[in-house]
């Protein structure tokens, strides 16, 4: 992780622009220089390699995210060529019925379907699992950046929402009118504030906030933001700092209510 950069660098980083990078790093002497090409060096392999933006490499020279998060730089080209293409991941009532009928059969019957479309496991994206009980939100799991298809993600974050590591932890044969969501999402590019129809996703250190789209979605699109990073327990204006990153997305989300099928928004 690079700790002094500018946005800048950060935004040079994010346009893979490694000799703009390497001549503000003369501008800026406390960074320190390995780190920086360190970086150089990444952005030549991904453009190499093809990839086009380098968002995943901001987001991990920014945070300092554990490789863990990322498989390196396969996956922050994969990141660019299919996450950021035109049109993104149209899926189909019935390709939403499987993932959402996936999430149940592990939350509630704790087993996984035998029968999943093999054309999901090509699609990647980011993936959000709501747990609902009437209209009050129980719990939620995911995140808009995996380096997962969206079925091993769907089943990766229904088994985490029933873990019984988690706090609180969820006993969902408690609920009395339980439905369940699950929301396929992609990051929106080249847009300063988001509209209503758009999630925010704001980390901060370690600390990751979410505000679903429609979430606050009476209030401005800067207000929006304020109530989402008090959401998290950060200083409301800290979407505008320099050490926070902020991305918008949207969603395709597929709802039912628990003993019923599901359906698309």
Same mark, same amino acid.
């Given at each position: 992780?690079?700790?002094?950069?500018?946005?800048?660098?950060?935004?040079?980083?994010?346009?893979?622009?490694?000799?703009?990078?390497?001549?503000?790093?003369?501008?800026?002497?406390?960074?320190?220089?390995?780190?920086?090409? /360190?970086? &150089?060096? !990444?952005?030549?392999?991904?453009?190499? @390699?093809?990839? *086009?933006? =380098?968002?995943? #490499?901001?987001?991990?020279?920014?945070?300092?995210?554990?490789?863990?998060?990322?498989? /390196?730089? &396969?996956? !922050?080209?994969?990141?660019?060529?299919? @996450?950021?293409? *035109?049109? =993104?991941i149209? #899926?189909?009532?019935?390709?939403?019925?499987?993932?959402?009928?996936?999430?149940?059969?592990?939350?509630?019957?704790?087993?996984?379907?035998?029968?999943?479309?093999?054309?999901?496991?090509?699609?990647?994206?980011?993936?959000?699992v709501?747990?609902?009980?009437?209209?009050?939100?129980?719990?939620?799991?995911?995140?808009?950046?995996?380096?997962?298809?969206?079925?091993?993600?769907?089943?990766?974050?229904?088994?985490?929402?029933?873990?019984?590591?988690?706090?609180?932890?969820v006993?969902?044969?408690?609920?009395?009118?339980?439905?369940?969501?699950?929301?396929?999402?992609?990051?929106v590019?080249?847009?300063?504030?988001?509209?209503?129809?758009m999630?925010?996703?704001?980390?901060?250190?370690d600390?990751?906030i979410?505000?679903?789209?429609?979430?606050?979605?009476?209030?401005?699109?800067?207000?929006?933001?304020?109530?989402?990073?008090?959401?998290?327990?950060?200083?409301?204006?800290?979407?505008?700092?320099?050490?926070?990153?902020?991305?918008?997305?949207?969603?395709?989300?597929?709802?039912?209510?628990?003993?019923?099928?599901?359906?698309?928004?």
């Amino acid at each position: 992780r690079v700790a002094s950069l500018d946005k800048n660098a950060i935004e040079f980083i994010s346009q893979l622009d490694a000799q703009k990078l390497v001549e503000l790093s003369g501008v800026f002497p406390d960074v320190d220089m390995p780190d920086i090409y /360190g970086i &150089v060096f !990444a952005i030549l392999m991904m453009s190499n @390699l093809g990839a *086009k933006k =380098g968002d995943v #490499l901001r987001h991990i020279t920014t945070t300092g995210i554990p490789r863990k998060k990322y498989s /390196g730089l &396969v996956s !922050a080209v994969f990141y660019d060529r299919k @996450l950021s293409s *035109k049109g =993104g991941i149209a #899926l189909s009532p019935a390709d939403g019925m499987a993932l959402w009928e996936l999430a149940k059969g592990i939350i509630f019957e704790h087993k996984v379907p035998r029968e999943i479309p093999r054309k999901l496991y090509r699609y990647h994206a980011g993936v959000f699992v709501t747990l609902f009980d009437d209209d009050s939100i129980i719990a939620q799991t995911g995140d808009l950046f995996t380096n997962m298809n969206v079925v091993e993600a769907v089943a990766k974050y229904s088994k985490l929402l029933i873990s019984p590591r988690r706090i609180p932890r969820v006993d969902v044969y408690a609920l009395k009118n339980p439905s369940l969501s699950v929301s396929i999402a992609e990051p929106v590019e080249d847009v300063q504030l988001p509209t209503p129809d758009m999630g925010i996703y704001i980390r901060w250190g370690d600390k990751v906030i979410v505000a679903m789209p429609g979430e606050f979605g009476n209030f401005s699109p800067e207000r929006r933001l304020e109530k989402t990073c008090l959401k998290g327990g950060i200083p409301s204006r800290g979407w505008c700092s320099p050490e926070c990153e902020v991305y918008y997305f949207k969603v395709q989300s597929f709802s039912g209510v628990i003993g019923q099928n599901a359906q698309g928004d």
